[in-house]
Every structure is written in structure tokens, then in C-alpha cells.
């Protein structure tokens, strides 16, 4: 219950395409959704996150969008660039825990 | 900006020896974590410590594990006696006051590579 899925595993995008990563979860004391980028070698950073108050919420060109009812989330990446290229890992807070659920993660490569 | 660090970047070591890996959390968080990701898989959470005690832990963090804020600027994991498959990257993350919002903001990490 404790678990976030993701898919896909991996993603290729043509640049300028949209990319799109998608997330599901069980455990509805979840109430913090962030998505964070990790380039090889280096730390997960923070990329953008949403409460489950909202269905939707954009920086910039990156967009995640929240269905409570369905217990799904996704991450809309727009004009995709080859600086994107990187992993992303979806994840998830629960009221209790606080610390991190993270999803399998999805590896994207936005071809130029 | 501030920033997680980490230290070492890379540590070796042959199984069985005890390890210390090295955080210097944002400085004005009261919450710290250690995270660990074997290489090509998802980042997994160890130990969260929140006013000088382990507030939570994983199944991963049995008896070897252990960890310690020695000063007010450090935070450390121990593996007291490294096994093979403790091989991984090792995250250290923080997070900022209490009613703050859940940002965990991670180092840059420590591979620990134990042969």
C-alpha cells in the first residue's frame, strides 16, 4: 500500500514534444506529491510538487496533473529539450510519515 | 543557494568494515533523512531524525545502521560491519522548519562501494 508505480520505464521525445510520466498510488493518507529530476551521478532534485487540494499545477514547462479520484498523477513535460534528458521519479508523503515514497522512476531521452 | 553536502563523494571499503558517511544539512532544517539507490533502481528510504532522535526507519535500517548529529552541523550513517549488497548510493536529504512545507532538498550523495 505503501507503494507509488510508474510508468514508463523509459521514453524517448522528439524535442519539442510533450512528455508525459505517469504515477499511481494506494495509500490515500498520501497528501504531498513531488516529481523530482536525477541527471547520472548526482542527487534527486526537487522539479515541482502538488497537494491533492488541486488537479493541476504548472512551472514553467512542466506540469503535473492530479486525478484524487483515480488516485493518479502525471508529469507533462512541454517543448521538451535535450537538457531534459535525465530520470524522473515520481513520490509521494503520507500524513504520518513524511518521508518520501518514491516511484521505479522513468528514464527520458529527448532526441534533438 | 543553500544545499545539501556530502562527503566522501566515494568511499571503498572491503566487507566487514565500518563506514561513516558525512551530511551537512541546509542549516536552518530541523529535519533530516538518509536514502539509499543500488545502481539502476528506485531511491529507497532509510532513517528520518528529527530533535536528536530517529523518528522513523525502514526495514532496511536494522542493528548495523545507525546514525548521529555530533554537532550542529553534521549528520552521519554508520554501517558498522558493510556487507556486498550495501553497495549503493547514499542520499542525505532535509527538510525545513516544523509547519513548514515537505521540500526534502538531497545531496549530491556518497557511493559506497564495498568489495
Known amino acids: 500500500q505503501q507503494q507509488v508505480k510508474q510508468s514508463p520505464q523509459s521514453l524517448i521525445v522528439q524535442k519539442g514534444g510533450i512528455s508525459i510520466i505517469n504515477c499511481a498510488y494506494e495509500n490515500t493518507a498520501f497528501d504531498y506529491f513531488p516529481w523530482y529530476q536525477q541527471f547520472p551521478g548526482k542527487g534527486p532534485a526537487l522539479l515541482i510538487a502538488?497537494?491533492?487540494?488541486?488537479s493541476e499545477k504548472k512551472e514553467g514547462r512542466f506540469t503535473i496533473s492530479f486525478n484524487k479520484s483515480a488516485k493518479q498523477f502525471s508529469l507533462h513535460i512541454m517543448d521538451s529539450q535535450p537538457g531534459d534528458s535525465a530520470t524522473y521519479f515520481c513520490a509521494a508523503v503520507d500524513t504520518g510519515r513524511r518521508a518520501l515514497t518514491f516511484g521505479s522512476g522513468t528514464r527520458l531521452q529527448v532526441q534533438p | 543557494e543553500p544545499e545539501v553536502t556530502q562527503t566522501p563523494s566515494h568511499q571503498v571499503t572491503q566487507m566487514g568494515q565500518e563506514v561513516i558517511l558525512r551530511c551537512v544539512p541546509i542549516?536552518?532544517?530541523?529535519?533530516f533523512y538518509w536514502y539509499r539507490q543500488i545502481l539502476g533502481q528506485k531511491v529507497e528510504f532509510l532513517v528520518s531524525?528529527?530533535?536528536?532522535?530517529?523518528?522513523?526507519k525502514s526495514e532496511i535500517f536494522d542493528d548495523q545502521f545507525s546514525v548521529e548529529r555530533p554537532d550542529g552541523s553534521n549528520f552521519t550513517l554508520k554501517i558498522r560491519s558493510t556487507k556486498l549488497e550495501d553497495s549503493a548510493m547514499y542520499f542525505c536529504a532535509s527538510r525545513g522548519r516544523q509547519g513548514s512545507r515537505d521540500e526534502q532538498y538531497f545531496g549530491p550523495g556518497t557511493r559506497l562501494t564495498v568489495t
Open positions: 502538488i497537494r491533492p487540494d488541486v
Open positions: 542549516s536552518n532544517h530541523l529535519y
Open positions: 531524525f528529527y530533535n536528536n532522535e530517529i523518528s522513523e
